[in-house]
């Protein structure tokens, strides 16, 4: 069972930046895949964001490509998401989450954290 936990969501402005944080509790973190979901009310939960095991390989959506950064230290079994130039349609709760391989689907992903909301004003 692996037990994701988010951290760093919040209120910012049009412009701002923030960093998500997503500490994993499973020893063999470094095997699995992850990807940062987002969810606006009233929507479909979405990919932000992935990354492969190692590092080596991302995926990211056309919306916010050339803004978001994914990246992952897996000595701290921590996956990041920084987040620049961010935009009142960035506003969602975001989900980082565990996979067994690159995916963009929701239903491939195992493990799920509890989300963090992400606001940002215009």
């Known amino acids: 069972q692996v037990q994701l936990v988010e951290s760093g969501g919040g209120l910012v402005q049009a412009g701002d930046s923030l960093r998500l944080s997503c500490a994993a509790s499973e020893r063999s973190f470094r095997n699995v895949f992850m990807g940062w979901f987002r969810q606006a009310p009233g929507k479909e939960r979405e990919v932000a964001a992935g990354?492969?095991?190692?590092?080596?390989?991302?995926d990211y959506a056309t919306s916010v490509k050339g803004r978001f950064t994914i990246s992952r230290d897996n000595t701290k079994s921590t996956v990041y998401l920084q987040m620049n130039s961010l935009k009142p349609e960035d506003t969602a709760v975001y989900y980082c989450a565990a996979a067994r391989f690159l995916s963009r689907a929701t239903n491939d992903y195992n493990y799920w954290g509890q989300g963090t909301q992400v606001t940002v004003s215009s």
């Open positions: 990354i492969s095991w190692g590092g080596g390989t991302t």
